[in-house]
């Protein structure tokens, strides 16, 4: 027969035993096993609603623990450090990244919360990759990590509990024609507000890269149709006109053609004056003296020859007898016969 020794006391009970004998005793230790039980069940339940809690803080942000773990690793939790490496605050900003979380000034001078509203700006647009100090600790990204959801994130001002207006920080990535992303969606909806013609569909297409070239335009910067920080800012600080087409001017009517004019009637080519008859006796040459020569040469000399007409034949003449042969294609022999005698009527020179 079992018998069980009461955790109170020394008295052995007998399960079996008389009932009249042994009830108070077997009462008591029903009573303090239903304790045990209930304590049990207290532990079991207070453990599933810390581990139902752990699972509900992984599965959004990081945990306050996590964030503690990251900070003693970068900057022993030390918010105003300032080390002269470049790096800033708790969570070691260097400036460049701190400006495209919507930072200014100095990290190590903001605020605790601001620090900490800008890191989980950093957090929501590239997980846990910009700090070395979270894969030394084995911090892994969750399902926020790098999803681009930053509307919801309040930024605290300088010496102040109000929002600075930081939600629409740069994501920290250049946008161009192809991209998708929750980025590029959060710019299109602002565009959309001030009237350019985005549906915020995250794609970055023929629309979205118009837009950018025209609010790039209109604030003085090269129109290079990337979506970086400053075009980014525009959407909230800039100028933005939305463009309308230019109205066609009307065409002019076009005046009648003027009906040409007759072409005058072509002017007979003037008649060549015929050649008179070659009388000579005999051919010419240089020293020779002649009425013959006399007649040519003054013929000659009114087409342009620099010929007087002294019926002499020198060296003048000799060259324009030269020159006029050649100019009709006779054999060039200075010799003033019958042929030549015509040119000076009807031949080129």
Not at 325 to 333: G, I, P, R, W
Request: glycine content about 10%; aromatic content about 8%.
């Amino acid at each position: 027969m079992p018998r069980l020794r009461s955790p109170r006391s020394d008295v052995e009970v007998d399960l079996e035993g008389s009932a009249a004998a042994d009830q108070p005793t077997g009462r008591r230790w029903r009573v303090l096993c239903r304790v045990v039980v209930l304590g049990i069940c207290a532990a079991v339940a207070a453990v599933v609603v810390m581990e139902v809690r752990h699972t509900s803080s992984a599965s959004a942000d990081p945990s306050a623990q996590d964030w503690l773990r990251l900070r003693t690793c970068e900057s022993s939790n030390n918010y105003a450090i300032n080390t002269g490496n470049d790096h800033y605050g708790a969570y070691q900003f260097d400036l460049s990244t701190w400006r495209s979380v919507g930072g200014s000034g100095y990290p190590n001078q903001a605020s605790a919360a601001e620090q900490d509203a800008r890191a989980l700006i950093l957090y929501r647009m590239r997980g846990w990759q910009p700090w070395q100090c979270a894969s030394i600790v084995g911090l892994r990204d969750d399902k926020d990590a790098r999803s681009g959801r930053i509307n919801d994130i309040t930024v605290p001002g300088r010496g102040s509990g109000g929002s600075s207006g930081s939600s629409h920080a740069w994501p920290g990535a250049y946008y161009n024609v192809g991209d998708h992303s929750a980025g590029i969606k959060t710019w299109q909806l602002q565009m959309r507000k001030r009237g350019a013609p985005l549906t915020g569909t995250g794609q970055f297409g023929a629309n979205t890269l118009a837009v950018v070239k025209a609010v790039q335009k209109q604030n003085g910067l090269p129109g290079s149709g990337q979506l970086g920080p400053k075009t980014w800012d525009l959407a909230w600080t800039g100028k933005y006109r939305k463009s309308t087409p230019a109205k066609s001017a009307p065409k002019p009517t076009p005046k009648p053609k003027p009906a040409p004019k007759p072409k005058p009637a072509p002017k007979p080519a003037p008649a060549k004056a015929a050649a008179p008859k070659w009388t000579a006796s005999q051919y010419f040459s240089l020293g020779d003296h002649s009425a013959t020569i006399k007649t040519w040469q003054l013929r000659m000399r009114a087409r342009g020859a620099a010929l007087t007409g002294t019926g002499q034949f020198g060296p003048s003449t000799l060259a324009v007898v030269k020159r006029i042969q050649k100019a009709n294609h006779l054999k060039v022999t200075g010799i003033l016969g019958p042929e030549t005698w015509k040119l000076a009527w009807t031949g080129k020179y």
